[in-house]
């Protein structure tokens, strides 16, 4: 499978960005996906992940409660809609495809990676 994310850009300290993660070569409603993102000289961290058979959705803790992970079956792409944005969300976000749900926190169980879009939040 092949990911696009898009939708990243600069905006200010409280404002929203939605992200968007397009798939081709297999279709995402049989795919358990998650964004991950990796500011400068830190490890790529997970953010949020949404299993596709019974739409659980997991959060980080950092943002639980402005963040939004979601999916578009139908047009085969899943988002993650960011409010609230704070300057330590600044990074590329990275969207992924695993088939293994219980480590969905964790990166080296994805299989699948889209290319990165930079966010930026200035302050």
């Known amino acids: 499978v092949q990911l696009q994310a898009s939708g990243g850009g600069v905006v200010q300290a409280g404002g929203s960005l939605r992200l968007s993660c397009a798939a081709s070569?297999?279709?995402?409603?049989?795919?358990?996906m998650g964004w991950f993102r990796q500011a400068p000289g830190k490890e790529r961290e997970f953010v949020a992940a949404?299993?596709?058979?019974?739409?659980?959705?997991l959060y980080a803790n950092s943002v639980q409660g402005r963040f939004t992970i979601s999916r578009d079956n139908a047009k085969n792409t899943v988002y993650l809609h960011m409010n609230r944005l704070k300057p330590e969300d600044t990074a590329v976000y990275f969207c992924g495809a695993t088939d293994r749900w219980r480590f969905a926190k964790f990166s080296s169980k994805y299989d699948y990676w889209g290319q990165g879009t930079l966010v930026t939040v200035s302050s």
């Open positions: 070569g297999r279709s995402l409603s049989s795919v358990d």
């Open positions: 949404t299993e596709w058979s019974r739409g659980t959705t």
